[in-house]
């Protein structure tokens, strides 16, 4: 089965940054999802279980903290691997979002190349 | 672009869900037609091959990226569409890389800045900057060069890859670089400029730019290639950032550098400050408001004490003063003070203030000390007057007053100046009660309150002088004179008067004063320097015809301060 990657962040510009920093996992048949703010992205992991979740924190509706917490805590989705993005300076949030049950944190500005060896190491076996 | 990038937008396209498939789709059911779309390695992407016979290559930039299959020439319709698709895909896909581009520097500078904060000398710095700029831009050589104007010298601080020039080289061709760096621009070195400098012929792809703070030029840094990588402009002004933040961090660690100097001066300069002001201010003041050092302390402070407040005053002082000029009479109050000061240190005291005439010294373990201390001035009084009379000059008298009671200690002012204060009602009667032993003729004055923190008080002889009201107060006092601060003559006497003396005050206080009189006259008779037995006398001699009231206790109310 075809592995997904969900991508929520509130800004388009973030989510084109990171659809285009993953480009290379849809060659190995991953999925990109998005989302543009919190209650969407509750609804796409709740239908299509996605692998991989990259969750911005800062977000309105229902903040990455949030969302996390529903995911992990409150619908024991504890295969969903979420890494929360924080801004720098956010370091506060890193404790936190741990707490929430979320499985790693990277910080924005984001090394592309970090993320994709991260992304590719969870996604391709 | 490369093919890969443009098959991703066809994919996109073709095969991922989204409105661009819908919309293909519902053109397809409109106009009745079927289409079929194969990438170069006949993998279908869209549709069937079925009965599709005529075919047209799908290109982008001279690169084969499909064939279209269709029937009717209405699917024509769809091939367009198609192409308008994939050309906003791919533009899509175009800017996306860009701005993942720029991003990358961001971040790649975001790094530097946050790496070379860290760095507080230029070498770090200067290496750390190479092997940033080396992870974003096409460099196999880099250099780093700083300009010295001390020595007019330019240095190499650090270098990456394997340059052939030595520091020797670069002093020979100072003059040179020194005119470049002070030129402070940046540029992409031609082709043929390179093949022309020696210096630079293991190279085939030059740029540099300076090291800017504000309208300074620090230095240089200079990337090269051994390939023909073409750098560009966006290269250019990506170096030229970098080495903008670098000079940054240069500067500011210099700075930084200037800046722990200066505090190390500064702390050099408060002790010097501390050091002088320990004459001023007394250290026992400072400790005594729980601070190691005056640097310490701050508006606000304050401590409560018991103390014991001593009054010293120089008796006659404006009289002593008349016959000197202002220099003479300085030394003699810095002579006096020299004297007196030691004594109080050593009796565990400390002088919280010069008067002039005098000084206020605090005690803060009781009043023996502050007793024996008065003693004692006494007694030097007596030495430097035997020295003075050597010298023709006129004796010096003091008197000293003391009590014992609660003081607070603190530091008051504003903010530009500090000043240690005493709030205190024991400074004010230690103060009044100085001035009373003028009036009775006694060396050393003291109150109930300091007889009863005296530790030793067999070690003294006092006689008691009653009760006064001082002005402006409710309760009475009962004062004490020491004797032992008087002149030894004078203190024989007085000892061998003693229950004399206390007998006459009794037969005062029972307002039998023809009797009290007789008494204190006989006393007086035997020493007429016996001040204090004169006063009661005529006291005594005055009440005689005095209409005395009941509840009279001999409390002598005083008028004046």
């Known amino acids: ?125 | 672009m490369n093919l890969s990038t443009s098959t991703k937008a066809l994919k996109h396209i073709l095969q991922r869900d989204g409105a661009s498939r819908e919309l293909l789709t519902t053109l397809c059911e409109r106009l009745q037609v079927e289409f079929c779309f194969e990438d170069p390695e006949q993998k279908l992407l869209w549709g069937t091959r079925g009965g599709l016979q005529k075919t047209i290559p799908f290109e982008h930039e001279q690169v084969l990226l499909g064939t279209f299959y269709y029937q009717s020439d209405n699917a024509l319709a769809l091939l367009d569409a198609l192409k308008l698709l994939f050309q906003k895909e791919w533009e899509k896909k175009k800017i996306g890389k860009e701005v993942l581009g720029l991003y990358r520097e961001i971040n790649m500078i975001y790094d530097l800045s946050e790496l070379i904060s860290e760095k507080i000398d230029a070498e770090s710095i200067a290496r750390v900057t190479l092997q940033e700029a080396s992870q974003i831009i096409q460099m196999t050589h880099g250099l780093f060069l700083m300009y010295d104007p001390d020595q007019d010298r330019v240095n190499q601080v650090a270098q990456l890859g394997d340059n052939p020039q030595s520091q020797a080289y670069i002093d020979r061709q100072r003059d040179v670089l020194k005119e470049l760096i002070q030129r402070g621009t940046s540029a992409i070195v031609p082709a043929e400029r390179i093949a022309k400098n020696p210096a630079l012929k293991h190279l085939k792809t030059v740029m540099y730019a300076p090291l800017k703070v504000k309208h300074r030029t620090l230095g240089m840094v200079i990337l090269g290639h051994e390939e023909e990588v073409e750098y560009t402009a966006a290269d250019l002004k990506l170096l030229t950032t970098i080495s903008l933040q670098s000079a940054t961090a240069i500067e500011s660690a210099h700075l930084y550098q200037k800046g722990l100097r200066e505090v190390q001066e500064r702390e050099d300069a408060i002790r010097k400050v501390h050091d002088a002001s320990q004459k001023f201010v007394p250290s026992e003041f400072i400790k005594s408001l729980g601070k190691a050092t005056i640097t310490e302390v701050f508006l606000g402070d304050l401590v409560e004490r018991e103390v014991t407040v001593v009054f010293v005053d120089i008796r006659g002082f404006t009289t002593i003063s008349e016959g000197m000029d202002p220099r003479d009479n300085f030394l003699f109050v810095n002579g006096f003070n020299n004297r007196m000061g030691p004594i109080v240190r050593q009796n565990g005291g400390f002088i919280m203030q010069y008067l002039g005439d005098g000084f206020m010294a605090l005690f803060t373990g009781g009043s023996q000390g502050a007793l024996k201390a008065s003693v004692d001035m006494h007694q030097a009084l007596r030495d430097y007057n035997r020295e003075r009379s050597l010298k023709k000059r006129p004796p010096v008298s003091i008197g000293v007053g003391m009590q014992s009671g609660k003081l607070i200690m603190g530091i008051t002012g504003d903010d530009q100046r500090l000043d240690a204060a005493i709030i205190s009602d024991t400074v004010n009667t230690a103060a009044r009660i100085e001035g009373l032993s003028k009036h009775f003729g006694t060396s050393i004055l003291l109150t109930q309150e300091c007889m009863d923190s005296l530790t030793h008080p067999e070690d003294f002889d006092f006689r008691y002088l009653g009760q006064v009201q001082l002005k402006g107060k409710q309760k009475p006092i009962d004062l004490f004179e020491c004797i032992n601060g008087d002149q030894l003559e004078l203190q024989q006497h007085k000892l061998e008067n003693l229950a004399t003396f206390d007998h006459a005050m009794e037969l005062y206080f029972k307002k039998e004063f023809a009797m009290a009189a007789v008494t204190f006259q006989q006393i007086f008779k035997k020493n007429p320097d016996d001040y204090t037995a004169k006063l009661f006398l005529n006291r005594s001699a005055h009440l005689i015809t005095q209409e005395i009231e009941d509840n009279w206790k001999g409390v002598e109310i005083m008028t004046t301060k």
């Open chain 1, 1 to 125: 089965m075809n592995k997904k990657l969900l991508i929520v962040d509130d800004e388009a510009h973030i989510r084109m940054l990171i659809e285009q920093t993953l480009e290379d996992l849809e060659d190995e048949g991953v999925e990109m999802l998005f989302a543009e703010n919190g209650e969407q992205a509750l609804e796409i992991i709740q239908k299509e279980r996605p692998n991989l979740v990259f969750l911005d924190v800062m977000m309105p509706k229902m903040n990455g903290m949030e969302v996390c917490e529903r995911v992990k805590k409150k619908l024991g989705l504890s295969e969903v691997y979420i890494i929360l993005l924080t801004a720098k300076g956010q370091e506060v949030d890193r404790q936190k979002g741990l707490d929430m049950g979320a499985d790693r944190y990277m910080t924005k500005p984001f090394d592309p190349d970090e993320m994709l060896t991260i992304a590719t190491g969870i996604l391709t076996p």
